[in-house]
């Protein structure tokens, strides 16, 4: 692994399943985030983590969940898909704090059916 | 609130040069982030300003005004490979990056 690994990079799902995206680092970063990116909208985030064990909501929340039990890891769980949670998910992590710049993730596209 | 401004779409023709233009009101601010993002892709960084001023890296430079909440990237002798989005982002008082809508590039032959 060189940089963020991102897992599945497409999938169609049912509405009403659960299903959770991965995201991993190989950096040793202590932040991780992770956005969903419209069209027209921007990314937005959605969850973050200053550090392992740590975690915080973004600006569109809802829905989803996360963990952060180890620095390498920080997957995205969908407890039940819904139509409007068809996007394009990025993972991003930085050494600690935005002034450092993200990396990125090659993104996830979902598509709730 | 928080906000950043760019324009949704610019077009420019290939070997020539284009400014794209970012404006920000945000709580704080701790640094500007460009980043390039091809369709499809993952955003990937291009520059990053603290202080006024440009700040040149080969065919791109990037300028911030501070006081008047301004940026903008130009890209010179542009390419094909040019095309794509190119997002503004700025370090807020909480050190989040807070992102704009980014700003699609067309370059024609």
């Known amino acids: 692994i060189a940089g963020i690994t991102q897992a599945p990079t497409s999938q169609i799902l049912a509405a009403g399943r659960r299903m959770t995206l991965r995201c991993t680092q190989d950096m040793r970063h202590n932040a991780m985030y992770w956005y969903r990116q419209d069209l027209g909208l921007g990314l937005r985030l959605i969850h973050y983590?200053?550090?392992?064990?740590?975690?915080g909501k973004g600006e569109v929340p809802d829905g989803y969940s996360v963990s952060r039990a180890n620095t390498d890891d920080f997957p995205l769980t969908l407890a039940s898909a819904v139509p409007s949670q068809t996007s394009v998910y990025f993972c991003?992590?930085?050494?600690?704090?935005?002034?450092?710049?993200?990396?990125f993730g090659s993104g996830t596209r979902l598509t709730v059916v | 609130g928080q906000n950043i401004d760019q324009p949704t779409e610019m077009t420019a023709t290939e070997g020539a040069i284009v400014q794209i233009n970012c404006t920000y009101q945000?709580?704080?601010?701790?640094?500007l982030f460009w980043y390039q993002q091809h369709a499809g892709e993952a955003p990937t960084f291009l520059s990053y300003n603290v202080l006024d001023g440009l700040e040149e890296k080969g065919r791109f430079s990037s300028f911030l005004s501070r006081s008047k909440g301004y940026s903008y990237l130009l890209l010179k002798e542009l390419q094909m490979k040019d095309s794509a989005s190119y997002l503004c982002?700025?370090?807020?008082?909480?050190?989040?990056?807070?992102w704009g809508a980014g700003t699609k590039l067309i370059i024609k032959p």
């Open positions: 982002a700025v370090v807020d008082s909480n050190y989040q990056l807070i």
């Open positions: 945000t709580s704080g601010f701790n640094g």
């Open positions: 983590s200053n550090t392992a064990g740590t975690t």
């Open positions: 991003a992590s930085s050494m600690d704090s935005g002034a450092d710049g993200y990396t």
